[in-house]
């Protein structure tokens, strides 16, 4: 079924979580084939890296890593899709017409600290996918069909502009689609002690998308791909962290701890307590999305 074709079938339900009480802030929302050239007119294998708490309707809240600093890294012209066009902080994809999918990987190896990053995304939203996430080496920048290429396989964590995470070919939703022919600004905030990566959307956290990064043992790195024509994306803001004992101690202290309750049961001082609480989760697992490839509604 062409893009098309999809595009006039009815809009995405969200699957909206199931909400615990909870000490503190929200966890993972810190407060420091054919041509696709314009626009649309109108499992239980699960992957344990995805991660089971989306916040679709968390509060509005800074740049998560203000106190950081700059961090001035640019896009790769060596690790690249053919169909990729780099102009300084700027990234134009199939810049005459589109017959797959072009990527394009960052300069900065991730692994172990803090990084914090923003796109500022064209308005030229629509098509089968635009992407955004991380990928190692092994990730593929292009492939000449219309695909969701970021998280295809094990070599990528990535979120789509229909709101769906992709890890290892298993797709979930995780929030609404983004609204089409709209310019939108993503935040992509990388932290490689709890190994987790969460998503903003126009300053508003979306909540953890993946777990477990802090366990891959290859260098990791930012990614973004597109299947539009005459797609663009530019790199905003860059920061990053240096990892501090604190940040360190409480990663050992949560391998023990998984939900609230035994949080709680340690009669910690207040600030503690909330201090650790920012990384547990206890939502309701995302729902994954069979057939993705035939499904209409996104």
Request: with cysteine; glycine share 8%; hydrophobic share 30%.
């Amino acid at each position: 079924m062409s893009d098309i074709e999809q595009q006039k079938q009815q809009p995405s339900v969200v699957f909206t979580p199931r909400r615990r009480r909870h000490v503190g802030g929200r966890r993972g929302c810190p407060t420091s084939t054919q041509e696709e050239h314009k626009p649309s007119t109108s499992s239980s294998s699960t992957s344990s890296s995805l991660s089971s708490s989306p916040l679709s309707h968390a509060p509005s809240i800074v740049c998560p890593m203000s106190l950081g600093i700059e961090d001035n890294w640019t896009w790769s012209k060596r690790y690249r899709s053919k169909e990729v066009v780099i102009n300084g902080p700027t990234v134009h994809f199939h810049p005459n017409w589109s017959k797959g999918t072009a990527g394009v990987q960052g300069k900065r190896p991730l692994n172990y600290g803090r990084h914090y990053w923003e796109l500022h995304v064209s308005q030229r939203v629509f098509g089968t996918s635009i992407m955004f996430g991380i990928g190692t080496r092994s990730a593929r920048l292009h492939v000449n069909a219309f695909r969701n290429m970021l998280g295809e396989n094990e070599h990528g964590w990535g979120l789509s502009h229909k709101g769906v995470l992709w890890h290892k070919g298993v797709a979930l939703r995780y929030t609404k689609r983004f609204r089409e022919n709209h310019p939108t600004q993503i935040g992509i905030l990388f932290d490689g002690v709890e190994g987790t990566l969460t998503y903003y959307k126009d300053g508003r956290c979306l909540g953890v998308a993946f777990r477990g990064l802090d366990q891959v043992k290859e260098p990791l790195y930012p990614i973004v791909c597109s299947t539009a024509a005459k797609t663009e994306m530019t790199l905003k803001s860059t920061r990053r962290e240096f990892v501090n004992l604190q940040d360190r101690c409480r990663a050992v202290i949560m391998r023990r701890i998984r939900n609230l309750d035994q949080l709680d049961k340690l009669k910690l001082p207040l600030p503690i307590s909330d201090y650790l609480s920012e990384v547990i989760d206890d939502m309701e697992p995302l729902r994954q999305v069979d057939n993705y490839d035939i499904l209409c509604d996104f």
